[in-house]
């Protein structure tokens, strides 16, 4: 029985990166939708959940969670025999190896989450929304997106994930914008030759698999 | 055990909060400036530090680390026989609020700060150009509304992971430490008890230490 309970929808990035994170460690969840275009995540019984009024949030028996990488954290380190035991550092790797995974997913969350979150807003969800793209807009973030991914394409040749030897948490938490910017313009990472192959890897796997399905799975 | 050596400025905000740790574990360590002015920090013994050439970079024996907040976990584990635990790594409730409110500052509170301050002091300071005054209004809107949800919590709990001091506060220190000193100050007077919450923080030692080597000291 799952104590796991995630809120919000798996199209959400932020979302999805906490579910790869979930069926990467074997660990059962309770998805509990939160209807945003109703503003549910602005209603009061929300924010007492997530403060900022945003998805995901996660609850299980001993706490409530927020942001994303905070919560793929907690899952890692509340449940460290179970599924995928490499995702934090490697098995013996010990504080070098946690800590490269700390270097790469800060580099995530500080110089690929910003161009590319703005590019998925442009490229996705402007036009689902029906808001106006801003061509200005996509080519500034195109811009720098292609300097980052220039940078993880050097380091892409000398080791097999970003970490590492192993796929980690850093890797993963690129799935969720990479997967709808590769289906919108698969140029930008498959023009380079290491990033074309490690996106193809980290993509295979069974657990962004299960929630590509998710996010593909008709609503009601 | 040898100190650490960290590449960067100490007038440099990430730089700055990895010396706030240092300085709170009480660790040796060597400051060795990079000249951005004249592009060191794109050039390529730096770029063999930090492949998206920014400052600070750690070195560490044969180990070379880049990103701040990453730098910072480091040297804390590193350190943690000095008695100073800012991460709480042996509570899994309390390391669960360190990373989810260290994340608010890397993800809300750093995007709406930071453009105020590289706009009202960085520009004009530093490169001697005009501030973007449309920028500023409306990363001030945004902030407005972080600190809107920050003074909800520090009215709940002492600092921001809970009732002890931690890495969570103490990332917030560079970023902010600069907003004191552009007109933008202000905006902290409406939020009583963030503003109690900074005075705290910024009392103790390794603060007064670290804010003596930035700008406007």
Redesign the interface.
């Known amino acids: 029985m799952a104590s796991v309970t995630v809120y919000g929808t798996p199209l959400s990035p932020a979302v999805s990166r906490v579910l790869a994170c979930l069926f990467e460690k074997d660990v059962d969840f309770k998805l509990a939708p939160v209807d945003m275009a109703k503003g549910q995540h602005k209603s009061p019984d929300f924010l007492k959940l997530q403060p900022f009024g945003q998805v995901p949030a996660f609850q299980d028996e001993l706490t409530t969670v927020f942001e994303s990488r905070a919560i793929c954290k907690y899952i890692c380190n509340k449940y460290p025999e179970k599924g995928n035991q490499t995702l934090m550092g490697g098995r013996d790797g010990g504080l070098l190896a946690q800590t490269s995974v700390d270097q790469w997913l800060e580099a995530e969350g500080q110089s690929f989450n910003p161009p590319s979150s703005a590019l998925v807003f442009q490229l996705a969800f402007a036009p689902m929304f029906g808001f106006k793209q801003d061509p200005a807009a996509i080519e500034q973030n195109e811009a720098k997106l292609a300097n980052v991914l220039d940078v993880y394409d050097r380091r892409l040749g000398e080791s097999k994930f970003l970490a590492g030897d192993d796929f980690t948490l850093a890797d993963l938490a690129h799935l969720p914008n990479g997967h709808i910017l590769v289906s919108k313009n698969e140029d930008l990472f498959m023009s380079r030759k290491n990033v074309g192959r490690w996106w193809v890897e980290i993509s295979a796997r069974p657990a962004w698999k299960k929630v590509v399905e998710m996010q593909n799975a008709p609503l009601g | 055990m040898a100190g650490v050596k960290i590449y960067g400025k100490p007038i440099s905000t990430c730089t700055a909060r990895v010396l706030l740790c240092l300085e709170e574990v009480g660790a040796e360590y060597q400051l060795v400036s990079i000249n951005m002015p004249s592009g060191e920090h794109k050039g390529p013994a730096h770029l063999a530090r930090n492949?998206?050439g920014q400052i600070p970079a750690l070195e560490d024996g044969d180990?070379v680390?880049?990103?701040s907040?990453?730098i910072s976990?480091?040297v804390l584990?590193?350190y943690k026989e000095s008695g100073t635990d800012l991460l709480k790594e042996g509570n899994?409730?309390e390391?669960?609020?360190v990373?989810?409110w260290?994340?608010?500052e890397?993800?809300?509170y750093n995007?709406a700060i930071s453009p105020i301050v590289w706009q009202s002091l960085i520009v004009p300071k530093m490169y001697g150009g005009t501030p973007d005054q449309a920028i500023i209004d409306s990363s001030l809107e945004k902030l407005k509304k972080?600190l809107e949800?920050y003074e909800?919590?520090l009215s709940k709990s002492k600092y921001l992971a809970g009732n002890f001091f931690s890495l969570a506060d103490l990332s917030h220190f560079p970023f902010t430490r600069y907003l004191m000193i552009t007109p933008y100050a202000s905006v902290f007077e409406s939020y009583p008890h963030v503003k109690a919450w900074w005075e705290d923080i910024t009392s103790r030692p390794a603060f007064k230490k670290v804010s003596a080597g930035m700008l406007g000291s």
Do not use: D, T
């Open positions: 492949p998206f180990l680390l880049f990103e907040r990453a976990k480091y584990r590193k899994l409730a390391s669960a609020m990373e989810v260290l994340e608010a890397s993800q809300q995007p972080v949800v909800a919590r």
